[in-house]
């Protein structure tokens, strides 16, 4: 994405859930922050008594200011981030207000380094540099997997004294101590670059190897293991709106996969998940739960009708006839309908409420109930009179 390997092959962008990690791991501690400013307080203090320079005073100040800005801002960042999620623009305004304030630090330690280099004093140049390495340490380990705010800030770090020692009297010190900074400077965007590849695989791979754990290999969908945390984060941020959780259960399955074989069921599988995804809205959350039993989970309904439409949607699609392997198939749903918040707010309440309204579902032969009317349902009503009705409504 930002350098070319040997190989001249580019990186490809980084995922929105890496992207956030990497951000997330900038504003994972002041400490950076605070050591930059205190160092560049103590070093600064002694230069510019030494050498009583009104410049090195005022770039010291403004280190140390920054240094508590930048402070504030990782406890604003981690106040912000332990809300609600952080949608991608919020990320990216997070990450360039790191980047400003890291390159504007950078460039205030790069000024302060050739001031001192200017100003001939040995030791004051000698902790001036040592800052300023050790400032592009931290910019190699901490901001390669942002290489571009890296890049900007060992340059303008490196740059200013550079051009210093070798606008000095030319002798080998100042040649040699600009040789020196340069070959350090140019080093170090090596080290960035091979930093950012190596930290962004594994972060890639940490991330595969989590999804790999929520998805079911059958059929591609997530896996019952993300109800814990994604139902409940869905009902958490609902608002005004209601989540239904629509919970599926294929009719006559075990007769085909008997008949057919169990290629053909697992085939029949991946097309039953197929039409969940093409009848699901944007962002609904898809489950399969084992076996022929799913999931779908509509986020942020208005009202019982769209529920309804959606449960309608849902029957049409998965009842409607296959064809696998040249073998004709037709099979059935049963759907139990929850609604939060008038079935509960937490996941087990939904999912028991669901479960028991897919119960009666199966009992009337097919179609839908909702929970809510599971207590005004007669209970000797006729075998699958209510599940015609639904159907045909």
Not at 133 to 156: E, K, M, N, T
């Amino acid at each position: 994405m930002f350098f070319s390997g040997r190989n001249n092959s580019r990186l490809a962008p980084v995922s929105d859930a890496v992207h956030a990690e990497i951000i997330a791991s900038l504003y994972g501690t002041p400490v950076p922050v605070l050591f930059a400013g205190i160092g560049l307080a103590i070093v600064g203090s002694i230069a510019a008594r030494e050498t009583d320079d009104a410049f090195t005073a005022v770039l010291t100040a403004l280190g140390v200011v920054l240094s508590l800005i930048r402070t504030f801002d990782v406890f604003s960042y981690r106040r912000r981030a332990a809300g609600t999620p952080l949608t991608r623009a919020d990320v990216v305004v997070w990450e360039w207000r790191y980047g400003a304030g890291s390159v504007a630090m950078a460039f205030i330690i790069g000024l302060f380094a050739a001031r001192s280099v200017m100003l001939g004093d040995g030791i004051c140049s000698i902790m001036a540099i040592g800052l300023g390495f050790g400032f592009g340490a931290g910019v190699v380990s901490r901001l390669s997997l942002r290489p571009i705010i890296a890049i900007l800030d060992l340059g303008v770090i490196g740059v200013p004294p550079i051009t210093a020692a070798f606008a000095q009297q030319f002798d080998a010190p100042h040649v040699g101590l600009g040789l020196l900074m340069t070959i350090y400077m140019v080093g170090s965007f090596e080290m960035v670059r091979m930093s950012y590849k190596s930290t962004l695989n594994q972060i890639t791979l940490k991330q595969q190897f989590e999804q790999l754990a929520r998805t079911d290999p059958m059929t591609g969908l997530l896996n019952r293991s993300v109800l814990a945390t994604d139902l409940a984060r869905i009902v958490a941020e609902r608002g005004e709106a209601r989540v239904v959780v629509h919970t599926i259960d294929l009719d006559h399955f075990k007769a085909a996969n008997d008949r057919f074989g169990h290629p053909v069921g697992d085939a029949l599988l991946k097309q039953v998940a197929a039409r969940l995804q093409s009848v699901a809205g944007q962002g609904d959350l898809i489950v399969r739960m084992g076996g022929d039993e799913f999931i779908l989970v509509q986020k942020f309904v208005s009202n019982r009708d769209d529920a309804e439409r959606m449960a309608k949607r849902i029957f049409e699609s998965v009842s409607a006839p296959y064809c696998i392997d040249d073998h004709d198939i037709v099979i059935g749903a049963s759907i139990g309908i929850a609604i939060s918040p008038d079935d509960g707010e937490t996941v087990e309440a939904l999912l028991s409420r669901s479960d028991k309204a897919l119960y009666e579902a199966k009992t009337l032969r097919g179609g839908f109930v909702f929970a809510q009317d599971l207590a005004s349902m007669p209970p000797a009503a006729p075998a699958g009179e209510t599940a015609v009705r639904q159907r045909a409504a």
